[in-house]
């Protein structure tokens, strides 16, 4: 598309939404199980693309990660759309009865989404599906790094909407400069803080109000009485699904002082569990690009040289690896695990998320010295907590402040669909996910219906010994 057809195709989504503000819950409803059937009929497809995307991603990684979180969420909010889309009857004051007010929910109009490219399905698909169900038309631009993928969003959305229902933009970051430009009812980007500083100044020009979904990093916090080989699996696990390539992936650990080995050998096992080799596995995702695994390898050279201690992880001896069978081009990139100890705050991978299969290990005295380093730092997208006391988790959660946490367990919170998904501060603004998803996407429009018995013309001017008597009565009332 050129630049004028993306400014015609967004010409056109505005007008239906104006000439329709509202979009009845039948019509919502099927819009969603259509996108359903997008998703029933072409999830093999759209697997391909990502394998294709990324040369080694397994079926079932996109499966786990990109479809099944989807399906979740298409059928809560499918079970819940009526109740939300209700008028909400709120309390009248008692000086203004017997009026009553209300609370309408309508959609937006347009909505925009600029998805990133390592859940591309996901994450370009669970905004729109938001969106949507809040009877919202959708101009969806995917990630240029994911092009397969994109490609077949595009086709197949062309495929079950119409263009002024819900489209797909191809481009590069161009094109995404000028989507961000548009000025749209509501913008979701998901991607990295700089960029989304951009998004937000352009958005900002239209008073376009803006969803951002910007990572950081997120710490995990060991306590020292729980049980370290359970939270280094679940550590393991946070941080390899995809490669690291998650933004919510645990970006480094705080871990009491002298359990550095303990928890290195914890983290080695589980490592082995649940990979139990690293080149032609197709569970363990390739790095996206040969720019992005240069830019780990740089972080990891420059470590080094500043005096970390590197242990990069070796596959289980003595089990070869299986040949790849053709299954992607992407054996290459596949990164071995990295754990990193002794990192300072002078390091790349200390100022920077890393976003891959790299975390660096910090030992604290006491948990007050992690709690201070985490505030010290922007605020992270995610927090993990490992740890058998109630009192001292709790502590934690007053003290720091972040997106959303899980506690003994990494990424599971998003998984939650009655919980909402968003950062804070550099991490981003604005939640989805549910009920506050929906809401995300609708203009509350409070409604006072003034009955005939209204005594409001008892506070019109003239003001005199009348209004004195009811003003004072109204303040015996408050």
């Given at each position: ?9 967004f010409?056109r989504q ?16 099927e ?9 029933d ?12 995307d ?7 990684l ?27 009857r709120v ?5 203004l009865q017997?009026?009553r ?27 729109a599906?938001s ?8 101009l969806l631009?995917?990630?240029?790094l ?11 959305v062309?495929?079950?909407?119409a ?11 161009a ?11 509501h ?7 700089a ?7 352009a958005?900002?020009a239209?008073?376009t ?8 990093k ?7 009485d ?8 679940k ?8 490669a690291?390539?998650?933004?919510i ?7 009491p002082?002298?359990s ?5 050998d ?5 490592v ?17 690009s040969t720019r992005h695994l240069?830019r ?17 992880l ?8 299986p040949?790849p ?5 992407g054996v290459g ?17 200390m ?6 299969p790299?975390?660096p ?21 995610a927090?993990?907590w490992?740890g058998r006391?109630?009192?001292v988790?709790?502590?934690?959660l007053?003290s ?5 946490v ?19 501060g550099?991490s ?13 996407f ?13 005594m ?5 001017p003239?003001y ?6 009811v ?8």
């Amino acid at each position: 598309m050129t630049p004028d057809d993306i400014r015609d195709l967004f010409q056109r989504q505005r007008q239906a939404s104006r000439a329709q503000p509202d979009a009845p819950l039948s019509l919502r409803r099927e819009r969603l199980l259509r996108l359903g059937k997008l998703l029933d009929e072409h999830a093999p497809v759209l697997a391909a693309a990502v394998q294709a995307d990324f040369g080694m991603r397994s079926q079932r990684l996109t499966e786990v990660a990109d479809f099944f979180v989807l399906r979740a969420q298409l059928a809560h909010t499918l079970r819940h759309l009526a109740r939300w889309s209700r008028r909400q009857r709120v309390f009248t004051p008692l000086f203004l009865q017997p009026a009553r007010g209300f609370i309408e929910r309508q959609p937006l109009g347009v909505v925009g989404v600029i998805s990133p490219w390592n859940y591309p399905v996901q994450l370009a698909l669970a905004p729109a599906m938001s969106a949507l169900a809040a009877g919202n038309r959708v101009l969806l631009k995917p990630s240029e790094l994911t092009p397969h993928t994109s490609a077949q969003l595009a086709a197949l959305v062309s495929q079950f909407f119409a263009p002024e229902e819900f489209a797909v933009v191809q481009g590069d970051a161009a094109t995404a400069a000028l989507i961000a430009s548009l000025p749209f009812d509501h913008l979701v980007f998901t991607g990295s803080t700089a960029v989304g500083r951009k998004v937000a100044q352009a958005a900002a020009a239209n008073l376009t109000p803006t969803t951002l979904e910007l990572g950081g990093k997120s710490p995990c916090i060991i306590d020292a009485d729980c049980d370290l080989q359970d939270a280094a699996l679940k550590i393991a696990h946070g941080k390899l699904l995809n490669a690291g390539q998650t933004c919510i992936a645990p970006d480094y650990v705080l871990l009491p002082r002298g359990s550095e080995a303990a928890f290195a050998d914890a983290f080695r096992a589980a490592v082995a569990r649940l990979f139990p080799y690293f080149e032609g596995n197709p569970d363990y995702a390739s790095i996206i690009s040969t720019r992005h695994l240069a830019r780990l390898r740089t972080m990891l050279q420059q470590a080094q040289t500043l005096g970390a201690q590197v242990q990069v992880l070796q596959p289980v001896p003595g089990r070869p690896p299986p040949p790849p069978q053709g299954i992607g081009d992407g054996v290459g990139r596949q990164m071995a695990p990295v754990l990193v100890f002794g990192a300072t705050a002078q390091m790349q991978l200390m100022q920077e998320e890393i976003f891959g299969p790299v975390l660096p290990v910090l030992s604290y005295e006491r948990l007050q010295d992690a709690v201070a380093h985490i505030n010290a730092h922007p605020r992270p997208l995610a927090l993990y907590w490992f740890g058998r006391s109630d009192s001292v988790r709790d502590d934690v959660l007053r003290s720091t402040v972040s997106g959303g946490v899980s506690v003994n367990d990494t990424l599971m919170h998003i998984a939650h669909d009655n919980l909402p998904f968003g950062g804070v501060g550099d991490s981003g603004w604005g939640a989805y996910h549910g009920e506050r998803g929906y809401l995300r996407f609708c203009h509350q429009k409070s409604v006072l219906v003034q009955s005939r018995f209204g005594m409001g013309h008892l506070l019109y001017p003239p003001y005199g010994a009348r209004f004195d008597r009811v003003m004072g009565l109204l303040r015996r009332l408050m």
